[in-house]
């Protein structure tokens, strides 16, 4: 496969997918300067999105306190455990800061189409097809990743999860439902 990181034309590729957000965004925003929000987010993606990095994945973008990163497939069980490392890391983060809030993340693996697009001279990186837009809708209150992601998974990673249903979706084990 292909170097993402070299991409500049339309690739398609399969990947782990994960989308996280931070609960009750709106209403620290409502709250606090736009300022401390901004340092804040600035502060929670250096964060999040270099524990996806240094994971082995890429990190795609911020949008107000929502994150979408990707992992090559085949690094499956180094990319879900750098998204439970995320939510527990970025937790703490903000907790610390006084800010109550979970990070909710949504993974889910297929195939995608890479590459760049953007305004003329400033082009950057991103991913579409029905692999992100699945991703973005799986019901989550916290951790959650799509059948197609456990199977991907080595035993040792599966054990940290547990089977809800309907539709089928596995969660972190220490989430409720």
Not at 71 to 86: N, S, Y
């Amino acid at each position: 496969m292909m170097s993402w990181h070299k991409i500049t034309t339309p690739t398609s590729m399969d990947l782990l997918v994960g989308f996280w957000d931070l609960t009750g965004y709106t209403r620290y925003c409502l709250k606090n300067p736009d300022y401390e929000v901004f340092q804040l987010m600035a502060d929670f993606f250096d964060l999040t999105g270099g524990i996806v990095n240094e994971a082995g994945g890429r990190f795609v973008k911020a949008i107000g306190d929502a994150g979408l990163a990707a992992f090559p497939i085949e690094r499956a069980d180094d990319g879900v455990r750098a998204f439970l490392k995320l939510k527990t890391e970025g937790e703490a983060m903000v907790s610390a800061r006084g800010v109550r809030s979970v990070a909710v993340v949504k993974l889910h693996a297929g195939p995608v189409v890479a590459g760049t697009v953007g305004a003329p001279g400033d082009k950057r990186f991103d991913i579409y097809g029905k692999t992100v837009n699945t991703t973005a809708l799986l019901e989550s209150s916290g951790f959650a990743m799509s059948a197609q992601v456990f199977r991907k998974l080595d035993p040792e990673t599966r054990r940290l999860f547990k089977k809800h249903t309907p539709p089928i979706t596995y969660i972190h084990q220490a989430d409720r439902h």
